[in-house]
């Protein structure tokens, strides 16, 4: 497999040498992968983790016993598995190529304001149609599940970008997308659910009874109980989750549960990210010193980092960094509660998770990433940051706001909130680089656009954010 | 096994082509005459007057019969930062869906940083602003233009002020925030911060890309240090898009196509036409049949005269000659922004004229069912200038599917939605579109 997949990047590097000719290396702007070079194995790190010295702590508890009424046996038996690559089926990598491969991007002008010797790429993952990196696992899910005869998928969403991957993923592969949106975002962001029922999902607000919620067949009873106690309730994540789990439990039709990050199989689906960024290294001849990402779930920064992280436990790269950027609102590395056996979600329906915890009753400020707002991580990654094998870092929504502002101005993108938690983590660097003079070469995730978020951009223009 | 398709057909950065092609020496070997000079009015010499708002460079290139203009590096270089060059994308599950033995091919300019194909036309334009020595930019049209000229600015380190309809504000109020974290000042026309936007205020409150025109022209002829550009109309809009369509060209030729359809909106036909209506003026092809789809509420390519009319509200513009609903007309709010103008361009209304491309008029509603179609298919929700390329699309796909015939449709996919979904706002979640 691995052979295979050198052949291909030699061919691929030869391909880059017979243009070189035409295409000076210094001026390259933005390094495109063709169609036939897309990775076709997902890495799945389990298989080298022992080498920091601990392995992926296993799930525990009462909860373990939905897991296979909820998730199908395909996607179960590679949460588990230990084989070093998981082979992407063809008909899958169809789907893939709607989208992928996604661009590496220099950011020559950011570079040049921040007068930085380091040299800066971006792997460009909003250009899905959903606008993150969140289809490449949705795709994925929706293709397993329908693969083992399902027929629809429930899920939650908070600021709505899972809902959408999941709800394009499903338009696309003809599967019924079941979304509960948690209720003060349903109202507060229209333009997320326009795109979830554009693409054909059923989305409601969670938690809520008809006739607020209009398909009978989606009401639940965790819905009844929060609402009996608190009838204003605005809902959360956590109770979401266990509204889209009973969902899925009860079964109106064949249908199963999907979650958008933590688990190991949505983390292996996004290692395409990474590979694909790989490989475009190579073909400028570059290896990055620090690679970059937000977390939220540790979905975006471990799919990213993740192949890279493989040269590290292997020795071949020994001096190479990864920094995982939180909210300092949401600082669950930082500022652990503790690190141990935690829920995922607040009804305690789930299996118990090793993971750095908030606690899973946390709730955190409204700050606009939405999607940093969870009180736990991803085990793979708590393995990695607790080995220190990985860095973490805490941003305030000022900072990164400034980013964002400093990255539109410059290169012209728009980014996400969540993304610019690792922007203003990677400008630090550059900053700092610009001190000491390194030339490194930092690599940065970037994971989402924000042009369905811009209310944060609107607030930070005219001083009004609401958590600094 | 299934069989490797190609999806995304990808041009190599290198082989980006090298000048703009000019739609002037084109249509005239097309219609075997020139195109009808633009003239003044009575009063005043509104010819002469252009010197006083647009840049020296652009003027020459507005008024130049030369085949093309060679792409500065520089320009180049930056068209590449903002997406360039986009993809040629086959629609392999929509015309599984709908069941045509057509093969349906879009040019993706939506994948670029504004969101549009608008940043082709913004970027050479602030560029050569900026070179003649300008230090204001004064943009005027539509919000994605807006946008598209807020990066533009950016890059080039120019001030920058945007007028557009006042309506915009509310229904596309994203794009606004965009402009502004660009450091651009956004004016709602009619505006009360020029003199013209004050007296159209009691005609119009909601303000059309004619009253942006009249109010981005008085800006800048105030002031000697700025120049205005414009997104649409006038050929330089024309040049500088027809970078996407030599790129389609030479996508076509890699995978071994040539369009019989070509297809786009109002807003963005010429754009990836131009190439191929130069084949056809040329001989090098004929019988390729050309479709530019527009809305039945700003009829002015079926509906409109075509005579001498401003092209902007007030009336501070050369008469030019083209299809037109008059320029004090007020136009319905419809979704598609960017159409929201009286009349065409005098290049493609000259085209229309002679036959040569037929246009194709619709409501909103047909426009909402084809793009969920293409969206649930293709995945990107696209904009909704772009819709009505989409519906045209359909339209012919399923024509070809009732005579039985293959044919190679192209079409532009000039942008998406992810900035403005008022309208799909009504459609998806109100389920009443105020203009059906």
């Known amino acids: 497999m691995e052979s295979k997949e050198e052949k291909k990047i030699e061919k691929a590097k030869q391909i880059f040498e017979a243009a070189k000719e035409k295409f000076e290396p210094k001026s390259v702007i933005r390094v495109d992968l063709p169609e036939d070079e897309l990775p076709t194995s997902w890495y799945n790190i389990n298989a080298d983790l022992h080498k920091c010295g601990m392995r992926t702590p296993f799930p525990t508890g009462p909860g373990l016993a939905i897991l296979p009424k909820i998730f199908p046996p395909s996607l179960l038996s590679q949460e588990l598995s230990h084989d070093r690559w998981i082979k992407i089926p063809d008909e899958l990598l169809e789907y893939y190529k709607i989208w992928r491969p996604t661009p590496l991007h220099r950011a020559k002008r950011l570079e040049e304001f921040l007068r930085t010797p380091c040299r800066i790429y971006y792997k460009q993952e909003y250009v899905s149609p959903p606008g993150s990196h969140k289809p490449n696992t949705a795709i994925a899910q929706a293709y397993f599940n329908k693969k083992d005869g399902f027929e629809g998928l429930a899920t939650e969403t908070g600021a709505g970008q899972w809902g959408s991957a999941l709800s394009f993923a499903g338009a696309l592969l003809g599967l019924k997308v079941d979304v509960f949106m948690v209720r ?3 109202y507060q962001k229209p333009g997320r659910r326009v795109l979830m029922e554009s693409w ?46 009973e969902h899925a439990l ?21 290692t395409i990210v990474g590979l694909e960024a ?39 790269k020994p001096e190479l960094r990864f920094v995982a950027a939180e909210a300092e609102a949401c600082p669950r590395f930082t500022k652990p509660k503790y690190i141990g056996y935690d829920y995922g979600d607040t009804a305690e329906m789930t299996p118990m998770i090793w993971m750095y915890t908030l606690g899973h009753d946390f709730v955190p400020p409204r700050i606009h990433a939405g999607g940093l707002r969870y009180h736990g991580n991803a085990p793979q990654l ?27 101005q410059t290169e012209g993108i728009l980014s996400a909130p969540e993304t610019l938690h690792a922007w203003a983590a990677l400008i630090r660097e550059a900053r700092r680089c610009k001190e000491t003079g390194e030339k490194k070469v930092l690599a940065i995730n970037d994971s989402g656009h924000g042009w369905l978020d811009v209310r944060g951009y609107d607030e930070f223009l005219k001083k009004k954010l609401e958590v600094a | 096994m299934v069989q490797t398709r190609v999806h995304k057909i990808i041009l190599p950065t290198s082989d980006l082509p090298k000048a703009w092609l000019n739609p002037t020496p084109i249509l005239a070997k097309l219609l075997k005459k020139e195109l009808p000079k633009p003239k003044n009015p009575e009063k005043f010499d509104r010819i002469a007057e252009m010197e006083n708002y647009w840049s020296p460079s652009l003027l020459a290139i ?55 194909g608008k940043t082709n036309i913004a970027i050479p334009q602030a560029y050569f602003v900026a070179k003649d020595g300008f230090k204001r930019l004064v943009a005027a049209g539509g919000a994605q233009w807006g946008t598209a000229a807020s990066i533009a600015a950016r890059y080039q380190d120019l001030n920058l002020d945007v007028y557009i309809p006042k309506e915009y504000l509310e229904s596309k109020e994203p794009h606004r925030v965009v402009m502004e974290v660009n450091a651009a000042k956004v004016h709602g026309s009619p505006s009360q911060d020029t003199e013209v936007g004050k007296q159209m205020a009691k005609e119009d409150p909601y303000g059309s890309i004619a009253t942006a025109f009249s109010e981005g022209v008085e800006d800048a002829s105030k002031d000697d240090g700025a120049a205005v550009i414009f997104g649409n109309f006038f050929n330089t809009p024309i040049v500088f898009q027809s970078i996407a369509g030599l790129e389609a060209a030479a996508q076509c030729k890699i995978a071994g196509i040539y369009p ?8 963005g036909f010429l754009g990836v036409a131009l190439p191929f209506l130069a084949d056809l003026a040329e001989g090098r092809k004929t019988g390729t049949r050309f479709i530019v789809a527009g809305s039945k509420y700003v009829p002015s390519l079926t509906e409109g005269k075509i005579d001498y009319d401003y092209p902007d509200y007030a009336g501070l513009m050369p008469l030019y000659r083209f299809h037109t609903l008059g320029s004090r007309r007020t136009i319905p709010l419809i979704h598609a922004g960017e159409m929201r103008h009286h009349g065409v361009s005098p290049i493609l209304s000259a085209l229309v004229e002679a036959g040569i491309v037929t246009p194709k008029m619709y409501g909103q509603t047909e426009l909402y069912e084809a793009s969920t179609l293409f969206c649930r298919n293709q995945g990107v929700i696209p904009s909704h200038e772009a819709q ?16 039985g015939k293959e044919r190679v449709i192209l079409f532009n996919l000039s942008g998406h939605t992810m900035l403005e979904h008022k309208g799909y706002l009504e459609w998806i979640i109100q389920k009443k579109l105020q203009l059906p």
């Open chain 1, 200 to 245: 054909g999902a059923r989305c409601v607000p969670s938690p809520s009874v008809p006739p607020e919620r209009v398909y009978p067949d989606m009401v639940t009873e965790f819905a009844k109980k929060v609402l009996e106690k608190d009838p204003d309730s605005p809902g959360s994540l956590g109770i979401a989750i266990s509204e889209a789990i």
């Open chain 1, 184 to 186: 003060v975002s349903y």
């Open chain 1, 382 to 408: 708590c393995t990695l940051v607790y080995k220190k094998v990985h860095e973490v870092v805490a941003i305030g929504q000022t900072e990164i706001f400034q980013a964002g502002q400093i990255l539109s």
């Open chain 2, 62 to 116: 507005e008024r130049s019969d030369s085949a093309e203009f060679p792409i500065p590096n520089d320009v180049m270089n930056l068209l590449i930062w903002a997406g360039r060059p986009t993809p040629l994308q086959r629609a392999y599950n929509l015309e599984k869906a709908l069941n045509t033995p057509a093969k349906i091919f879009y040019k993706r300019e939506d994948i670029q940083y504004g969101t549009t």
């Open chain 2, 260 to 267: 019989d359809v070509v297809i786009g909106s109002i807003e």
């Open chain 1, 250 to 270: 009860k079964k109106p039709y064949p249908i199963n549960y999907s979650l958008g990050s933590v688990l190991n199989h949505v983390l292996l689906h996004q």
């Open chain 1, 278 to 316: 790989k490989k475009q290294f190579e073909l400028i001849d570059e290896y990055p010193d620090v690679l970059f990402g937000c977390t939220g779930g540790g979905s975006n920064y471990s799919g990213f980092t993740f192949p890279f992280t493989r040269d590290k436990l292997d020795g071949k």
């Open chain 2, 388 to 403: 009505y390329a989409i519906k045209a699309v359909v339209d012919e796909a399923i024509q070809a599917k009732s005579e």
